[in-house]
């Protein structure tokens, strides 16, 4: 199973970014998926979340901010970032849960800064 996840880059404070993630491989669908970013001395943490049915999860530091979309059936997860921080620059990576298993992307670099 492959993550694949698209849309980072560099933008100035207060813009927007759509990050796309899709999943290719044997796997049926996924229970959960999610957005996760790291950045440089810290460790990872979550930043959106989606389960089965539509359920949404976020991190306080983007509540408001980001909007995470997606169909765990048809493994794809978005994530709508505004009004962006320069405390948000990051790698972001995909994730995507089924059973006991955990699968994840190679990340894409978002960089906000003027």
């Known amino acids: 199973v492959q993550l694949v996840e698209s849309g980072g880059g560099l933008v100035q404070p207060g813009g927007s970014l759509r990050l796309s993630c899709a999943a290719s491989?044997?796997?049926?669908?996924?229970?959960?998926m999610g957005w996760y970013r790291q950045a440089p001395g810290k460790q990872r943490e979550l930043v959106a979340s989606?389960?089965?049915?539509?359920?949404?999860n976020y991190a306080d530091s983007v509540k408001g901010r980001f909007t995470i979309s997606g169909d765990t059936a048809k493994r794809t997860v978005y994530l709508e970032m505004n009004s962006l921080k320069p405390e948000d620059t990051a790698v972001y990576y995909c994730?995507?849960?089924?059973?006991?298993?955990?699968?994840w992307g190679q990340g894409t670099q978002v960089a906000v800064s003027s």
């Open positions: 994730n995507g849960k089924v059973d006991l298993l955990e699968y």
């Open positions: 491989g044997m796997i049926f669908s996924f229970h959960a």
């Open positions: 989606i389960i089965k049915g539509g359920r949404t």
